[in-house]
């Protein structure tokens, strides 16, 4: 469990930082492709002033990647949330301008709920999250730079990781009837992370922008377990000592995401849901894919064949589609315990102090959890909550230290470009039918 403050500054572990694995990290698949979208054929417009993000150099992340992709953004920490990146462009090669895709994107809320119903968390606003933010040695952001950031009520801490890491093949392709030619590139991410400790708990909040348009947010849970909670003997632990013995007490991490999109510079973006339905017959199976508008706040609950995208209302690419980006959760084990958790993604039409998912602590706000927002009002300026749950049910191997165990999603580009962005100039005719 996680134990007061005063008694944790005594208690604190003294666990080692495992380091940044690439394991889990949940790059989802891209979702049915062959649906028709509504054609929005309109103007690329882009906000004034997209092409450098004004932010001091100290608080701006610029990075080039393979094929000549380059992400820019700035940066600032909420005192709740920790690292929020703020007015993220992507500017693949033969663009331009760099495209804005999002206004803002951090973490919007960890929920620990144990399965005992003794406790309850909310980390962010409920257990001083962002406040003990950790410095990061060298040897943990490894070819990249680590920034200073201001931490309420703490000082500077050296806690900010930017960097790159390969991420192995981008695409490959040998030509029919030519085998000894391949096209091949090796792609690479921008990461950006950092390490926030909450009792005996340590999250990774990381954040990778891929050369090809993918972005993906990942919380991985390492530190320690709580030794104050090996007490669950009542059939809600797992024994993690010798023979039957220290039973850690199962709980769950529900890990919320808020993400403002500003696709094209514009925040009236528009929202689509996407189903498919197969039937069977006498012959091969059918699918057959609808598109729904979602026009106004939805509580959305995933399921196969079910994907979500966000729409630019202000730009299309060279192929005249509208610019999207499709949302693509990861494994989720779906907490039923509350109303907010109950749900996989959320779209709420933007209000100022409505900041994070559940234990809004914004005086005045109204109700204070993200499904009692969805209330029917227009989306036109819908922002995204995603919510990924993890019930930890603990094994052995969690000491010791605990190894990283990630959760998060992977936003897909959709039309962003008019074709992969990273096509080589050989193939750059190769659009459509030949
Ligand atoms: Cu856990």
């Not at 690329?44 to 450098?52: H, L, Y």
């Not at 993000?53 to 608080?59: I, L, Q, V």
């Not at 700035?74 to 993220?88: F, M, R, S």
């Not at 059918?286 to 729904?292: D, V």
Request: with cysteine; aromatic share 8%.
């Amino acid at each position: 469990m996680h134990v007061n403050r005063v008694r944790r500054a005594h208690k604190r572990a003294a666990a080692g930082l495992a380091a940044c694995v690439l394991l889990g990290a949940a790059m989802t698949a891209a979702g049915p492709a062959t649906a028709a979208p509504q054609q929005q054929p309109q103007t690329a417009q882009r906000a004034p002033g997209a092409a450098a993000p004004d932010c001091s150099p100290a608080y701006r992340i610029e990075q080039t990647l393979d094929g000549g992709t380059t992400w820019r953004m700035c940066w600032h920490y909420d005192k709740y949330a920790g690292v929020t990146l703020d007015k993220i462009t992507y500017q693949p090669k033969g663009e331009p301008k760099p495209i804005p895709v999002l206004n803002s994107a951090r973490l919007g809320q960890i929920h620990v709920p144990y399965d005992d119903g003794e406790f309850e968390y909310d980390d962010l606003t409920g257990y001083g999250f962002a406040e003990d933010l950790q410095t990061l040695k060298p040897g943990e952001c490894p070819g990249g730079t680590i920034k200073t950031v201001k931490v309420p009520r703490r000082g500077n801490v050296k806690g900010l990781c930017t960097t790159t890491r390969a991420r192995g093949h981008a695409y490959r392709m040998s030509p029919e009837g030519r085998p000894s030619k391949v096209w091949q590139a090796q792609g690479k991410d921008l990461l950006i992370y950092a390490v926030n400790k909450t009792s005996w708990y340590e999250y990774i909040t990381e954040w990778r922008f891929s050369s090809d348009g993918t972005i993906a947010s990942n919380v991985g849970a390492t530190g320690s377990l709580s030794p104050d909670d090996y007490d669950g003997t009542d059939g809600r632990g797992w024994p993690i000592g010798k023979g039957a013995s220290d039973y850690a007490e199962s709980h769950s991490h529900n890990v919320f995401w808020r993400l403002d999109f500003g696709l094209d510079g514009s925040t009236q973006s528009k929202v689509e849901q996407y189903d498919s339905q197969v039937t069977r017959g006498s012959g091969a199976p059918k699918t057959k894919t609808t598109r729904t508008p979602v026009t106004q706040e939805l509580a959305g609950d995933a399921k196969g064949m079910r994907w979500w995208r966000v729409v630019s209302g202000a730009g299309t690419n060279k192929d005249g589609h509208p610019r999207s980006y499709e949302i693509a959760p990861g494994h989720t084990d779906k907490h039923p315990g509350r109303e907010y958790t109950n749900h996989d993604v959320y779209f709420t039409q933007y209000k100022k102090c409505e900041k994070y998912a559940t234990h809004n602590n914004v005086p005045g706000c109204g109700p204070k959890s993200v499904d009692k927002w969805v209330n029917g009002q227009t989306l036109k300026h819908p922002i995204t909550w995603v919510n990924i749950g993890f019930h930890h049910i603990a094994r052995d191997e969690d000491q010791q230290p605990m190894p990283v165990h990630w959760q998060g999603f992977t936003l897909a580009p959709r039309d962003v470009t008019a074709m992969n962005p990273l096509t080589p100039d050989d193939l750059a005719d190769e659009n459509g039918r030949p």
